[in-house]
């Protein structure tokens, strides 16, 4: 390694990535890959302009290895059926977590593969001036030559979740040719990698390779990098805001560096002069006590949408030296306090600016091969916000920028942290060094993400909490790295000495549970506390998307190509699921039926979730569904498939999470009014009418309701002696609205006489086993009913939209009603944003149904209905009269 290399690389090697710079060059385009073992010439040949490249492969970075091969068209795509089980190296055991085990000697990822590119640089502004190479992220580890020289090696470089950044000043040729080469190595099963746990399968690469986005960025000699405002509101009233500005200097010169730091924060300008020796670090300060411009009276707060607007300010920061800028940072924050407590049960409750917040969201998952789409990225944030959830959880993966900056601009709440089940958790068989990899990775992550208005609470430990010196270390970090949020040991209950209690817990189910589960099983999963990951379970997505990925989506029984898309671990089969379907509602004879009994299975459990905690709020403080979508196409854990198209768990979700929502409760057979706004709703007219399956009505009540700002309000109680009688199944329709008498609420249960009975003593991590079904079976033979329906397509502002006019013409309940835009030859047209669906339609009832199509789908839609009782009924929209 060169030596002057070697400093520049010790000085700069966990610096993070930058925030914005005016002279950024992003180095996208124009990559060369190719294995080592192939490539077999030394890096200071390969890193020369002479070096012919000759069969290598081309790509953009970011990309892993496979990702690349993919694009390319080596492989076919590895989603679809089990083409993934034929790419060579895929041969562990399907199921199993491959984090843990050794790659295939075999495997043409066992070698290393070179990344290569040309570039050219242009000549640097002074001569004082520097030029950095920046790596968002390398799996695992990494070799880095620029023109024939060794900038960084294996041992320096290692560890997917850090940022590096490289003085390359002394090594680049301005106007000429330039070749970076950078040798990857996957993550071994004793290496601190990206682990797909029980999620999916893991790609043969393990995702190798430069996976983060490399930049060249020219500064001046001493460089602005991570800056952050933290805010803390003295009282309540947030009339005064007090805001401390951070951010991190860097002489990359040799000599000392005089200079002034300045910056404007929400408005406030300060400044301060600051003296750097010679390649030295240091943290720049602005408090109110030093500046009392500070302490902001009457400022916007940034708040989860839920609560507010999420307002957003902007930090600059520059370091100039006798009046020339040397960098400068800008970003958007949020003056917003994010803090937490226990209550008096010992549950983890969250405030945002002194106000608790009822987290209710799900889990995230990047795609497999860690492909990024920025427009697929927005929909999902789309998707999200339909369901009105207020958080999404990431469990390692810890996502791009922009992932972070949509979540800041929508008002979405990020709850992070570290991985499960590998090398991460695996702390006895750390070896030298590791402890050193983690602590930088956790350096890196809390500088580049610091800033962000929209993070709750970092995670120091998933599944388990790290051991005492391990928790400590990353303490350390945190604090030296101020980090502006609470902090938890771990998404389990399990307390430490270091920390004490979390106040969270992390007890299941993953599988199966009937609804009345999340009422009952309150020392379970069930909705006491905060539940960091919990689901009812499987999730099957429509034919539509199953034809994008299964050779054969209507096989009846499903065939191994379906188990495939399983998940791994003990949920390789869905046997709970599919035992429960047979013995609640009925045995399916097609594929169709199938999925039209497990949708609505989805759509039952979610909203019980959910609404569960909502009822029981601030007892229960939090759940996270596990999860919120998939890395690749799955049969399990999603409230929107793969290719964005949403069921019955996600209409179940959005339903569970309205801002002002009426619902029913299993235990005790109350009525409910859950307020999720911070605003009062006064005047309000509640209804509840219970019908027998012969829809005979039952009970019915009425009341006025004025529902204090996040708040739960019991409304009505049905006599528990109704549902001793003979009915067999109860439907319970409730309605809320307002004082004009527009419906702001709109809920439909079938619920059954005798409540499943839990088998407890039988409990394991994955679900609690039913001792004796609840009976719905009836619900397969509802009489037919005839619903009248028709579609019209209007161009607005913000693209298509669909009005689905519906009118139940018989004397029986239309159940389940579900509602689909596909092309006119049945094929997917994904994401579609519903008001509503899976709904019921009373005898007589009309309701109209509106569908939002993104802005970039041009297909021609037709919309598919069907229901449990209603025949299939396909629609071609007319065009509407107006447009607006």
Sequence with gaps: MNPKAFVYLLAFLVMPCFLTAEKITPLRDNWQLQSACKATDAGEIISTAQYPGDGWLKTLVPSTVLAAQVKAGIFPDPYFG????????????????????????????????????????????????????HFGGINYRGEVWLNGHKIADSTSVAGAYRSYDFDITDFVARGEANVIAVKTTAPTENDLGINWVDWNPCPPD???????????????????????VATHFPDGSLSRADLTVYAELHNAAANEVKGIVTGTASGVHFEKPVVLAAHEDQTVVFSPEQFPALRLQNAKPWWPRQMGEPHLEQLTVIFSVEGRTSDEQSVNFGIREVTSELTANGSRLFRVNGKPILIRGAGWSPDMLLRTDDNRLRNQFDLVQEMNLNTIRLEGKLETDEFFQLADERGILVMLGWCCCDHWEHWKNWKPGDLTIATASLRSQMLRLRHHASLLVWLNGSDNPPPADVEKAYLQVESETHWPNPILSSATGAPTTVTGESGVKMTGPYDYVAPSYWYLGTHYGGAVGYNTETS????????????????????????????????????????????????????????????????????????AMFEAYSKNKYTSTGVIQWMLNNGWPSMIWHLYDYYLDTGGGYFGTKKACEPLHIQYAYDDHSINVVNSTYVDAADLGASVHVYGLAWNELYSAQSSVDSNADSVQRVFTIPANLFAGAERIFFVDLSLGDSSGRVLSHNFYWVPGTLTTFDWENTDYTHTPAARHEDLTALAHLPAAQVDAHAEIENTTHGREIHVHLTNRSKVLAFQLRAAVRTSSGGLIAPVFWSDNWIELKPGESTTLTAQLSEEENATPTVQLDGWNVAPISLTPTTAVATR
């Excluded at 490399?214 to 602005?224: K, L, R």
């Excluded at 539509?544 to 299964?550: P, T, Y």
């Design 206 to 228: 393990k995702d190798m390779g430069l996976w983060g986005t490399v930049d060249m960025v020219e500064t001046g000699p001493v460089t602005v990098r991570s800056p952050l």
């Design 82 to 133: 089990d083409n993934l089980r034929h790419i060579p190296g895929t041969s562990y055991p399907v199921g199993h977590n491959f984090s843990n085990l050794p790659m295939p000697a075999d495997s043409p990822y066992a070698c290393g593969w070179w990344y290569r590119k040309q570039f050219t640089a242009r000549a640097l502004s002074a001569k004082e001036d520097r030029l950095w190479l």
């Design 536 to 607: 009812p379970g499987p999730a099957i997505p429509s034919l539509a998307s199953r034809k994008l990925f299964l050779p054969d989506p209507e096989a009846w029984p499903p065939t191994a190509t379906w188990s495939f898309h399983n998940g791994g671990g003990e949920f390789l089969s869905l046997k709970a699921f599919d035992s429960a379907m047979e013995a609640v509602y009925a045995k399916p004879n097609s594929a169709a039926e199938y999925e039209r009994i497990a949708q609505t299975m989805e759509y039952d459990s979610e909203r």
